[in-house]
């Protein structure tokens, strides 16, 4: 019964913005960190962003400074709100949560695509 549901994808054009949600439902959200990664075709799967229980967060370089993590422990969702956006940004995004460092488990979300593009 484990959920992660992104939503909030779509097609935007360079220098906007976006803001990327990921519902859960099944596990305890406020124990698991919580991830975005994206895959862009033909590349692997990279980690854009995390975000500890704790509320540390960590990014990748290449978004430093333009994307966001954050999480809301009442409403179990987590969020990357995605500014200056870039053709480089295309990928498709998805949600991460792992509980393992406490016994739990490591989902995924199915993903959401991500366009910029003029």
């Known amino acids: 019964q484990v959920q992660l549901v992104e939503s909030g994808g779509g097609l935007v054009q360079p220098g906007g913005s976006l803001r990327l949600s990921c519902a859960v439902s099944?596990?305890?959200?406020?124990?698991?960190?919580m991830g975005w990664y994206r895959q862009a075709p033909g590349k692997q799967r990279e980690l854009v962003a995390t975000i500890e229980t704790g509320s540390t967060t960590n990014y990748a370089d290449s978004v430093k400074g333009r994307f966001f993590i954050s999480r809301d422990n009442v409403k179990n969702t987590a969020y990357l709100q995605m500014n200056s956006l870039k053709s480089e940004d295309t990928a498709v995004y998805y949600c991460n949560g792992d509980g393992r460092r406490r016994g739990g488990g490591n989902y995924w979300g199915q993903g959401t695509q991500v366009t910029v593009s003029s």
């Open positions: 099944g596990y305890m959200f406020s124990i698991y960190a």
